[in-house]
C-alpha cells in the first residue's frame, strides 16, 4: 500500500512562454535577419539558406529541442508547404544544429551561429533580438491548443509521443510548505495586475489563470481571484 502523501493536490496555469527565434547581431545574415523581424522576408525563407548556421537543443535532452521540431511540424501545416521543416532543420537530430542548453546562447554571441531557438524570455533576458513567429506555431497562445496538438515529437529513449500544446508557467503551494501566511499572498500576487506587467517586460505571456486539481485545497485569496478574473472576463465577452 502506498501511503506517499502528495507535494500539491492543485496547480494555477498563470502563464506561458513563447518560441522565437533568436539571433547574432554579428551573423553575415543579420541585415536579412532584420527584414525578417521587420517582417518584409519570411523567417522560414532566411532560415533555409545555404550555410546558414542554425542551432538548438537536443529533443532528447530538453523540451526546448522537441518544442522547436513541433513548432517547425506546425508551420509546414500554417504556411501549406509540408518542406519547411526539412529545409530549415533537416534531421530532427542533425548533428549539425544540436549544441548544449547550456552554451548554446554563448555561441551565439560569440557569432558561431547565425541564429539559435530559444524562449522569448531568454532573448529578452540577454538582449539578444529574435524574431517572432505567428500565434499559430510559437505555442504561446491557449486558444490555439487544438492546432498545436498536431505537431508532436517522440522520445527515443522512453518510447513517449509528446504533442503540441502551449507552454505553461503554473505555481502551487506544496503540502510540505514551512512558510503558508507567505506562501498564500505571494500567489495572489502572482496573479495580480503588476505581476503581469513584470511577466510582460519580461517576455513572459499572462493568461487567464486556469485552476486544475482539488479546488478544496486551493486558499480562499486565490480562489476568490482566480473566479473574479473569470467573472470579469465573462462580463467583456458579453
Known amino acids: 500500500m502506498n501511503n506517499t502523501i502528495p507535494l500539491a493536490d492543485w496547480l494555477v496555469k498563470f502563464g506561458s512562454a513563447e518560441m522565437v527565434i533568436a539571433y547574432s547581431p554579428n551573423s553575415r545574415f543579420f541585415s536579412d535577419l532584420e527584414k525578417v523581424r521587420t517582417g518584409e522576408i519570411s523567417w522560414y525563407q532566411v532560415l533555409s539558406k545555404q550555410d546558414f548556421k542554425f542551432g538548438r537543443t537536443d529533443p532528447e535532452l530538453d523540451p526546448k529541442g522537441y518544442y522547436m521540431i ?23 537530430r542533425n548533428p549539425k544544429q544540436i ?31 529574435y524574431i517572432t513567429l505567428p500565434p499559430q506555431i510559437n505555442l504561446a497562445d491557449p486558444t490555439f491548443d487544438d492546432f498545436y496538438k498536431r505537431g508532436s515529437y ?20 506544496p503540502t ?63
Not at 551565439?108 to 524570455?121: C, R, S
Not at 517522440?154 to 503551494?173: C, D, H, R
Not at 506587467?197 to 480562499?220: A, C, F, H, W, Y
Request: glycine letters at 8%.
Open 70 to 92: 513541433i513548432t517547425a511540424e506546425l508551420a509546414n501545416l500554417h504556411y501549406n508547404d509540408s518542406g519547411i521543416k526539412q529545409r530549415i532543420m533537416g534531421d530532427d
Open 99 to 129: 549544441f548544449p542548453e547550456e552554451i548554446l546562447k554563448t555561441i551565439l554571441e560569440q557569432g558561431q551561429l547565425d541564429a539559435v531557438a530559444a524562449y522569448k524570455h531568454e532573448a529578452v533576458a540577454r538582449g539578444l533580438p
Open 154 to 173: 517522440t522520445l527515443e529513449n522512453a518510447g513517449q509521443t509528446v504533442f503540441g500544446e502551449p507552454i505553461y508557467f503554473s505555481f502551487t503551494i
Open 176 to 238: 510540505t510548505v514551512r512558510n503558508l501566511e507567505g506562501a498564500i499572498p505571494f500567489g495572489g500576487f502572482i496573479l495580480s495586475t503588476n505581476s503581469k506587467n513584470i511577466l510582460r517586460d519580461q517576455g513572459l505571456n499572462p493568461i487567464k489563470p486556469v485552476l486544475e486539481g482539488d479546488m478544496t485545497g486551493v486558499p480562499s485569496i486565490i480562489k476568490s481571484i482566480i473566479i473574479q478574473e473569470k467573472s470579469i472576463n465573462a462580463t467583456l465577452i458579453k
